[in-house]
């Protein structure tokens, strides 16, 4: 599929999907959220990828929130529709894949940015980054989930801080905050988000995968993320890797995963 505003590449069992809007801070308009869901769908149902680098085009901006320009005249319900389409065509598309998607924060991630690198796996940001959730601001609530993972990420009484003085916070602060898991230099954004996914890639798909269902399960409502531990722990023994995994451990080698 061609894409607009997205470009989409695959090297080394990487996936680069990078959001190019520059012009509007790669705002997230409809038609980005449909692109970004078709891109994210290839990635799940591609075996050869095994993780995926997310990051905006050029330094300034990751994604500098949902379009406002788009949303501005919505009613009750096309601003409800909107929110519940983002929720599944993108941030738990993301937050559910089955291979891990790392955020590289290259500039301003703000609401429905900040939004999409939270629904990743993990969080990278480049030293000028700058993350909010500004939506109270514009007289709206974060609308594709900050209000649930920013409390989770760094705890009820920061989100609330954030959210309700719609303050940007730089970098360190992301960082001491456990909003992002590592700060460096710009320059170092891609070769840092790379080192990670080549680690990610050594180890079993099919174990990661389950370690993300389980990892996810403890912040689904009515779902017991123990008995879901117990679940996949146990279907890990029916794989392939497992088999390879624990195998070449025992005669002393790398293994060689075959992802089934
Ligand atoms: N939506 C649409 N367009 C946006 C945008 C957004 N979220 N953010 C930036 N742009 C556009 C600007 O309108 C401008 O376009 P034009 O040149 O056509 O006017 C262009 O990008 C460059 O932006 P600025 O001129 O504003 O750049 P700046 O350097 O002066 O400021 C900024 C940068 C502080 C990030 C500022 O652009 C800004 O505050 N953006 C909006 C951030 C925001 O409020 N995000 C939350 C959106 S609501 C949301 O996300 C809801 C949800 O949860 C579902």
Redesign the pocket.
């Known amino acids: 599929m061609a894409y607009n505003n997205i470009l989409f590449e695959v090297k080394d069992a990487v996936a680069y999907i990078t959001i190019n809007r520059p012009?509007?801070?790669n705002?997230?308009n409809k038609e980005t959220i449909d692109e970004l869901n078709q891109a994210f769908t290839n990635v799940e149902e591609d075996g050869a990828i095994r993780v995926v680098i997310l990051t905006g085009s050029e330094e300034?901006?990751f994604v500098?929130?949902?379009?406002?320009?788009?949303f501005a005249s919505f009613s009750v319900e096309e601003g409800k529709l909107?929110?519940a389409e983002?929720h599944q065509k993108l941030f738990n598309l993301v937050e559910n894949l089955s291979k891990p998607v790392i955020a590289g924060i290259n500039g301003?991630a703000?609401?429905?940015?900040l939004?999409l690198a939270m629904a990743s796996h993990i969080r990278v940001a480049s030293e000028n980054a700058k993350m909010g959730?500004?939506?109270v601001?514009?007289g709206?609530i974060?609308?594709?989930g900050?209000t649930q993972r920013l409390a989770q990420l760094v705890g009820k009484g920061k989100a609330f801080e954030m959210i309700t003085t719609a303050s940007m916070i730089d970098a360190n602060d992301a960082y001491k905050w456990g909003l992002v898991n590592h700060v460096v230099k710009a320059e170092e954004l891609i070769p840092v988000c790379e080192k990670i996914a080549s680690k990610i890639v050594k180890n079993s798909p099919k174990a990661i995968s389950s370690a993300i269902i389980a990892v996810n399960a403890q912040f689904r409502e009515g779902i017991d993320g123990f008995v879901t531990e117990i679940t996949e722990f146990g279907k890990c023994f029916g794989t392939e890797d497992f088999k390879e995994g624990t195998t070449a451990f025992m005669e002393k080698r790398k293994p060689v995963f075959s992802g089934k």
């Open positions: 012009k509007q801070l705002a997230l300034k901006a500098a929130g949902a379009d406002i320009k788009e909107l929110s983002g301003f703000l609401g429905g940015g939004e959730l500004p939506e601001s514009l709206v974060p609308g594709y900050g």
